[in-house]
Each structure stands twice: as structure tokens, then as C-alpha cells.
């Protein structure tokens, strides 16, 4: 069974501080993996898409790498505005069907 | 563009009673999909589109309906709710099926089933 494990669930940081959110996935036949932010009573909203390992995207503040088993986010000097839940999701090609499965999401906090 | 248009926004439903979802999108998206997200759960797809006239069923898709009439909507249908269906519900669109991941959102519905 595909499985999507985000790390840690909740991260305080003082604005300024780096660091990364982890997904790690278990999977066969990776299509794709994607990262979106989460505001508060708002729906997803898509990031970056990584393909293959070794790959890495970046966005202002934000650069997403991957490996074959897992996917970082890394926010470098976040401001209190990255503040948000990030989501991440694999693409799997199961049964000839394009499947997406979601993990359950970092809530990162920056403090001003 | 509007993007993805969810109505409505807040909604309370009374155990046994029936409603609609409505969702639209202007970009000319193949693909679309509704979501339920839950505490502590990942976002489980319901019921997805590939093309107009063509649905089919996702993860979780008991006590719901979808049809695909245009390219442009694609509605849910509570046929008759329950307190398990409480949730927020997420309706998204995407080019093509294989690009389901780059996805538009729509803003959600929270739905509550007392």
C-alpha cells in the first residue's frame, strides 16, 4: 500500500530560522511527488512537482529536493508569512490509473 | 480567471437530508476531482472526472454521487447525509490525469451533518 509520511506535524520557528519539512514515501512506480501550501480555511495550493531523484525546485524562500524514499522542503530565513500548513502527495501509475495520495501535512509557524 | 468555484461555502445539513456541492472551473481543466480532508488525515479522494461523460470512483466514494456534464462542472451529490460526512470538501482540477498532481483548489466547503 502507498504510504506518505510528513515529519515533523508541527514546527515553530523564530522568523529568520532555517529549516526543513520532511515527506518520506513508500511507493512503486513514483510518477510524480508535488508539495502545496495551506492557509487556514483555504484549499491547497500547488508548490513545485519533483520527477525524479536528484531533482530540485525553488521559490523564493522555498526549495523542495528529492531522493528515492523521501522529498524535503527546506525554508530558508522564513518570514511570518510562510506561516501555513504544507502538504505533500505522490503520483502513482496503480493498475493503469494515475493515483494521487496525500500526507497529512507540517503546520509551520514562523514568530516575528 | 476565476480558477475553482466552490459553493457553498458553509454548510449544516440535518441527518437523512440530501444536497448538492457545486463546483466550477474556467481554465478548460480535463481532470477534476473532489476531496474530503479530515483532522489528521490526508486528503482522500471521493469521486474524479477525466472528461465530460466520464466519472468514476476514488478511495472513498460511498453516500456519494458525481456527473460530469460539461467540462466546466462537476457537482457532488449528498444523496442522504451523515454525521460521517462532516468534513471539508475540496473540489480541484487539473489539466490531464497525469498531471493530477499540479492541481487548482477550490476554496472548500465545511460541511456539518448533525
Known amino acids: 500500500e502507498d504510504q506518505v509520511t510528513q515529519s515533523p506535524e508541527a514546527l515553530r520557528l523564530q522568523e529568520g530560522e532555517s529549516s526543513s519539512l520532511n515527506c518520506s514515501y513508500t511507493?512503486?512506480?513514483?510518477?510524480?511527488l508535488f508539495w502545496y501550501r495551506q492557509d487556514p480555511g483555504k484549499g491547497p495550493e500547488f508548490l513545485f512537482t519533483?520527477?525524479?531523484a536528484g531533482e530540485e525546485k525553488e521559490k523564493e524562500r522555498l526549495k523542495a529536493t528529492l531522493t528515492k524514499k523521501e522529498s524535503f522542503l527546506h525554508i530558508t530565513a522564513p518570514k511570518p508569512e510562510d506561516s501555513a500548513t504544507y502538504l505533500c502527495a505522490v503520483q502513482v501509475l496503480n493498475f493503469g490509473n494515475e493515483k494521487l495520495t496525500f500526507g497529512t501535512g507540517t503546520r509551520l509557524t514562523i514568530i516575528p | 480567471n476565476a480558477g475553482v468555484t466552490q459553493t457553498p461555502k458553509f454548510q449544516v445539513l440535518k441527518t437523512g437530508q440530501s444536497m448538492t456541492l457545486q463546483c466550477a472551473q474556467d481554465?478548460?481543466?480535463?481532470?477534476m476531482s473532489w476531496y474530503r480532508q479530515d483532522p489528521g488525515m490526508g486528503l482522500r479522494l471521493i469521486h474524479y472526472?477525466?472528461?465530460?461523460?466520464?466519472?468514476d470512483q476514488g478511495e472513498v466514494p460511498n453516500g456519494y454521487n458525481v456527473s460530469r456534464s460539461t467540462t466546466e462542472d462537476f457537482p457532488l451529490r449528498l444523496l442522504s447525509a451523515a454525521p460521517s460526512q462532516t468534513s471539508v470538501y475540496f473540489c480541484a482540477s487539473s489539466y490531464f490525469p497525469t498531471r493530477q498532481g499540479e492541481a487548482f483548489f477550490g476554496q472548500g466547503t465545511r460541511l456539518t451533518v448533525v
Open positions: 481554465m478548460n481543466h480535463e481532470y
Open positions: 472526472s477525466v472528461g465530460a461523460g466520464i466519472t
Open positions: 511507493v512503486s512506480g513514483l510518477r510524480g
Open positions: 519533483l520527477y525524479s
